[in-house]
């Protein structure tokens, strides 16, 4: 990888997506064994530093960061000084005061990771957990990791795999990350939603639109669906939460449509019955599981690679 | 008696000017090589003293980013004799009391003429008239009332207060933007906003509320001023009106004229501002409405923030830039270099029609003998390097750091006396810090 950190899916050539898949299957490979521990970031620390709740991809980087031997700190924004009003500047300095080698931030600010590596408050590798609704760039790794192990054989792209990412392009994070990597990757991406929930702009991304649901579901070979925010209702995005549901949420009916080896992907927490209802999300063509799971594989070797740990497979102690 | 010697005015003239007692006492065709005692010319324009109609100086209440003597030094570095103080202020600057507050803060400071600007509403809160009579017949004599940072967003109470300053020639110079249509909103909605997550301020924000305010300003037969107008929209709006004679004028910014919104795309808040940065196109309309005379003049929008409101995540800065000193740089080089206007037009847009706007009397005047002096000599030859902890202003977000500008201001003449010599603040503006 070129870049010292990761802030967004644009940091990563085509090359480097693939080789961190790669990675990440050898990983996981190893993981999956009775002993799930690896020594090659012994003496690292990483910090997770999340001013925003999320517990699962949180407890995702943890797992990961573990399985590589480093120190983990959980500093989270909530009962820390944070709450009091503390700057990110400050925080940062703090962090790096006490020798952290990378830091995992999750914030609502979008640009909060990109400011946090471009300031000279810190010297750590950022890697980006969110910010805001901008890019999630490990979540968009780990659907492609899912995609490319349910879809594809070992060592190619994800040429003429059809996705479709169904919810709230607006504010998703998820989907600007995806959009960028899996059409780097050679999938084509529709992207369905209401007119409201497109920003004003999406006709420069490397995408398809669609506000009509049903035209799009037998076309495709993975459907993502988004979770839609209470609040987004508040503010006249869609009339109702049934409307919405009515339209673009993914429901038997439509679960029937699909082709026969296409995948159900959701990047969690779900509200089910809302955009997905609860036989979609645990019917066999469902692979959110596996998402999570993978997840733990690739940050695994986002670590790995950018605090550039020893050669895998080295002295197992 | 100050003596300036084989100047050239902005009608292409070389002079010799005589100041005396806070006047031009005489002006006399030079040969171009005149030799006498004073200040040496050759080379450089002379026109009337800057006047900017907008101007945040943060007195009183945040005199940790700028007061009303850092601002009136920062002012008369940039070249400016006159500036207006914008209300919102803590307190607001919506009584007698407040605007004479400011304007005996601008007296003592004694370097340039700080006028206040009187709030629209009261606390800028956009619900109830402040006590706009008791401003205009104060000390302060205020003409120009804006709730600028908020817009009068109620067409209702944006209709009484363009009727109720009639009665005193005054004039409202509106904030244009839609508060529903700018929620939470960051930076301009476009292709830049869809693909860096922020929330945007779409272009119609501002148009929306220029075309109400257009309609009602002809309806009750009254004086509107749109602040900082920055869309291609906005100008066509402004000429619009024009051409049916609605008494509107408009202001951009030095910033609006060169930046655009793809400099938001690494997050760094220098570039934050309201309203947003906006895209190319927006601003080649605005360069050519402020050649054509659509757009009246250039104003600061000078927006002094300390350090820690910019030294964040973009979501918690402050909105707005410090523009004071770097303006008639900025307007040399995408007007006069771009030979959009001419140096006769930019002295138009800086002094002589903002002065005219605002009823200023001793500013802006065409340089004949008798008129008030008021001047700035400027170097149009010579560049300059941005080094914005270098500024004058106690805050330091100038987003034009580092870039090389063309025009030096070598000296500034207020009221008759050198406040500026040799580039070089002079002694007069110093130890007034009361």
């Known amino acids: 990888m070129k870049s010292a950190h990761l802030l967004s899916a644009d940091d990563l050539s085509k090359q480097d997506a693939l080789e961190l898949l790669a990675t990440a299957k050898e990983l996981a490979a190893i993981t999956d064994g009775p002993n799930k521990k690896l020594p090659t970031l012994r003496g690292k620390t990483v910090v997770n530093l999340f001013f925003e709740d999320s517990t699962r991809t949180r407890i995702s980087f943890e797992t990961a960061a573990k399985r590589l031997s480093a120190d983990v700190i959980n500093f989270s924004a909530k009962g820390s000084s944070v709450s009091k009003g503390e700057s990110l500047k400050d925080t940062a300095q703090t962090l790096q005061a006490m020798g952290a080698d990378a830091v995992v931030i999750r914030h609502e600010s979008s640009g909060a990771a990109k400011r946090l590596a471009d300031s000279k408050w810190i010297q750590a590798t950022v890697i980006n957990a969110g910010d805001g609704t901008h890019e999630h760039p490990t979540q968009a790794l780990l659907d492609a990791f899912t995609i490319k192990q349910h879809l594809r054989s070992k060592d190619s792209d994800l040429s003429g795999v059809k996705v479709l990412i169904v919810g709230d392009i607006l504010h998703s994070r998820v989907a600007r990350s995806n959009v960028i990597l899996l059409t780097k990757l050679g999938a084509k991406v529709v992207l369905v939603a209401p007119p409201t929930l497109f920003p004003v702009g999406v006709e420069n991304w490397p995408v398809d639109i669609s506000y009509d649901l049903d035209k799009e579901i037998p076309k495709c070979d993975v459907i993502m669906m988004l979770r839609i925010q209470q609040e987004r209702m508040a503010n006249s995005f869609f009339p109702t939460e049934r409307e919405y549901s009515r339209r673009y949420g993914l429901n038997s009916y439509r679960l029937s449509k699909l082709s026969k080896s296409s995948i159900v992907m959701h990047p969690g927490p779900m509200n089910r019955g809302l955009e997905i209802s609860a036989d979609s999300a645990d019917d066999i063509k469902s692979v959110i599981i596996d998402q999570v799971r993978n997840g733990v594989a690739v940050r695994m070797a986002v670590l790995y690679q950018l605090l550039g740990g020893a050669p895998i497979g080295a002295a197992n102690d | ?434």
Not at chain 2, 148 to 156: I, K, R, S
Not at chain 2, 364 to 390: C, F, M, Y
Not at chain 2, 413 to 419: H, S, T
Request: proline residues 4%.
């Open chain 2, 1 to 434: 008696m100050i003596k300036i010697r084989n100047v050239n005015l902005v009608d292409g003239s070389i002079v010799n000017v005589e100041i005396d007692q806070g006047l031009v006492k005489a002006i006399s065709k030079s040969t171009g090589k005149d030799n006498f005692d004073g200040i040496d010319g050759a080379g450089k324009i002379l026109m009337p003293g800057l006047v900017d109609l907008h101007t945040h100086l943060r007195e009183p209440g945040r005199e940790d980013s700028e007061t009303v003597l850092t601002g009136s030094e920062s002012a008369v570095a940039g070249g400016f004799t006159a500036i207006s103080a914008m209300a919102n202020t803590n307190p607001v600057a919506d009584t007698a009391g407040v605007v004479e507050q400011i304007y005996r803060l601008g007296k003592n400071a004694g370097i340039c003429d700080v006028n206040p600007i009187g709030a629209v509403t009261k606390g800028l809160k956009g619900e109830q008239l402040s006590e706009i009579g008791a401003m205009a017949e104060s000390i302060a004599n205020v003409r120009i009332f804006s709730d600028d940072g908020n817009c009068v967003a109620d067409p209702l109470i944006m209709r009484r207060a363009l009727e109720y300053v009639k009665t005193y020639n005054g004039i409202i110079a509106q904030h244009a933007q839609d508060p529903r249509l700018t929620l939470n909103a960051q930076m301009n909605e476009g292709v830049i906003s869809a693909k860096i997550g922020l929330a945007g301020w779409p272009a119609v924000a501002e148009e929306a509320i220029i075309a109400r305010d257009i309609l009602l300003t002809d309806h009750v037969q009254s004086r509107l001023h749109i602040c900082h107008v920055t869309t291609a929209g906005g100008v066509e709006l402004v000429r619009w009106a024009k051409q049916r004679g609605i008494q509107v004028t408009a202001e951009v910014t030095p910033h609006h004229l060169l930046l655009t919104d793809d400099l938001v795309e690494n997050y760094d808040p220098i570039y934050k501002v309201n309203p947003p940065l906006r895209t190319e196109k927006d601003v080649m309309a605005l360069r050519q409405g402020l050649a054509e005379g659509v757009i009246d003049i250039v104003a600061t929008d000078h927006a002094p923030h300390s350090a820690e409101h910019k030294d964040c995540e973009w979501q918690s800065a402050a909105f707005g830039m410090v523009g004071l000193e770097t303006a008639l740089s900025v307007v040399i080089k995408t007007m006069i270099e771009t030979k959009l206007m001419t140096w006769a037009e930019l002295s138009d847009r800086m002094s002589i029609r903002p002065a005219l706007i605002a009823g200023y009397k001793n500013q802006g005047q065409k340089i004949v003998e008798g008129s008030a002096a008021n001047l700035v000599l400027v170097d149009p030859n010579s560049h300059w390097t941005v080094d914005r902890h270098n500024l004058k202003s106690k805050s330091k977000n100038n987003p034009f750091d580092k870039m090389e500008l063309p025009g030096v201001i070598s000296e500034v003449i207020y009221n008759g006396n050198l406040v500026v010599q040799n580039g070089k603040q002079t002694s007069l503006g110093l130890g007034h810090n009361d």
